[in-house]
């Protein structure tokens, strides 16, 4: 009964907004830093964006990746310029990723009135607003306490852990220097996340016919990773299945599913199956009913926007599947009310002495870990980044 009550809290929570630039106070706001990957807001930044990614050793582990870095970008930005071309002329990532952070911000400030104000920040890695230009508007605002609240749900080192190591660098730099820092480092089983994912689903259901509804396959699509990143011990894995584990229970198991992967760039191994083989596989097993489910991205971007819904939905069409995707998150109220009780808890437990700046997880290096950044890392923000 408790978790039904709670699903209903969530499920009438309403979407805020507020404007901080007319904001002031003479307490300094607490930031809300919202780390992600990021994505080209216009066709001309896509360049940029792939040099950026390309060059993170941490997500794409390259042999001289200084060189072949410019290379692979250049090489590839006419087909992926082409790409964002086709979902409307950019991502609408950040569009998203601000409306999240001010939704939660003004949440927090009632669910959490002793670390009043909060301000989100976003923090992308490959595309504006970069860690550099995002730290200087904190250390405009004069920020002394922030929250580096991933954006993914599940932790891995090349996507978490690339945006913590890029914050390690920019130690010295104004707006990081003398700011007290703690992290949400993963949160792909809290039970908000699991309502809204299972929501999207369960609408996404209702597309199809009632007599196709309960053979719908769910099938849950990650971005891949290479077996290089896997091998060496790293979480994802393991988190995404316990995310996608979490909303089949949600849902009372009522639909097979699986799990795959997507977005495999370049020739080396990377986890499978991918999304793509799937459906194929699923056609000729006689399965034509999938629903497409992303449950490691939270905000629509070129993966679902691009990937699942023209690539994907048209190969499906060619195979004679019909399928519907989940919607992304977006600005769900029962997502952002998600989010702001994911930070809320957090910003107790840390003030109350419960948690420390870092998780316990958050501490521990891969096995095979042999970035020494990881290490120094974890160590500054288990110092809350003023050692």
């Not at 923090?123 to 920020?143: C, I, Q, W």
Request: glycine share 8%; charged share 20%; aromatic share 8%.
């Amino acid at each position: 009964m408790a978790c039904a009550r709670q699903a209903r809290t969530w499920a009438t929570a309403r979407s805020f907004r507020r404007s901080y630039a007319t904001v002031q106070s003479a307490k300094s706001p607490t930031a809300i830093v919202m780390m992600n990957m990021g994505g080209p807001s216009t066709v001309p930044e896509v360049h940029d964006f792939l040099k950026n990614l390309f060059s993170d050793g941490d997500l794409i582990p390259l042999p001289f990746q200084r060189v072949l870095a410019p290379l692979i970008a250049k090489r590839r930005t006419p087909k992926i310029e082409d790409q964002y071309t086709a979902i409307g002329g950019g991502s609408p990532i950040l569009r998203y990723t601000r409306a999240q952070g001010e939704g939660l911000c003004a949440l927090l400030d009632e669910l959490h009135p002793e670390s009043a104000p909060h301000k989100p920040y976003v923090m992308f890695r490959y595309a504006n607003p970069l860690t550099n230009s995002t730290l200087a508007e904190m250390h405009k605002d004069g920020v002394k306490r922030a929250v580096a609240f991933t954006q993914y749900p599940q932790y891995s080192c090349s996507t978490t852990g690339s945006s913590l190591n890029e914050l390690y660098r920019k130690r010295d730099v104004d707006g990081a220097r003398g700011v007290e820092w703690s992290v949400v480092d993963r949160w792909g089983t809290h039970p908000g996340f699991i309502e809204a994912v299972a929501q999207r689903i369960e609408s996404a259901l209702q597309k199809f016919s009632p007599d196709k509804r309960s053979d719908a396959v769910l099938l849950f699509s990650a971005h891949s990773l290479p077996m290089s990143v896997v091998n060496r011990g790293d979480p994802y894995i393991l988190e995404v299945s316990a995310s996608v584990s979490a909303v089949m229970q949600r849902l009372g198991n009522k639909n097979p599913y699986r799990l795959v992967w997507q977005s495999q760039v370049g020739p080396s191994a990377w986890m499978g199956m991918q999304t793509s083989e799937a459906l194929k596989g699923l056609a000729r097993l006689g399965r034509k009913e999938v629903v497409l489910v992303p449950i490691a991205f939270t905000s629509d971007h070129i993966e679902t926007l691009y990937e699942l819904d023209l690539e994907y939905g048209k190969e499906a069409e060619e195979l004679g599947v019909e399928v519907h995707r989940a919607e992304s998150l977006n600005e769900s109220p029962v997502f952002i009310r998600a989010l702001a009780d994911i930070v809320s808890a957090h910003l107790r437990d840390y003030s109350a002495s419960k948690i420390g700046p870092a998780s316990v997880q958050l501490g521990l290096r891969c096995p095979g870990c042999t970035n020494a950044v990881c290490g120094q890392q974890k160590k500054w923000l288990a110092g809350a980044g003023l050692s």
